[in-house]
């Protein structure tokens, strides 16, 4: 799996995110997602690409589709706290 595609969907969706364009966002973090959890189901950023599409949903006013997400994240990276670069 090219890693780098993860980097650059990862970088794009925060950034749409953060420009609340949360309709562009939550398609392209839900893919980076899908391929982390895939080929890297325990790594923190595959918790923190959920956080992220988390906000995206949240700012569509889709609490309901974001809750989980909200969780899992913060949870699987809470338990990979030493592995999170500075």
Do not use: Y
Not at 12 to 21: C, E, W
Not at 46 to 53: E, I, N
Request: hydrophobic share 45%; charged share 25%.
């Amino acid at each position: 799996m090219d890693r780098s595609k993860w980097h650059r969907l990862a970088r794009v969706g925060t950034a749409l995110a953060g420009l609340r364009k949360w309709s562009a966002a939550g398609p392209i973090l839900r893919e980076c997602l899908a391929l982390r959890e895939n080929a890297a189901p325990d790594v923190w950023s595959t918790f923190d690409t959920g956080a992220r599409l988390c906000a995206a949903l949240l700012g569509r006013k889709w609490s309901a589709d974001a809750e989980p997400l909200l969780v899992a994240g913060c949870e699987g990276m809470k338990q990979r706290e030493k592995t999170i670069p500075p």
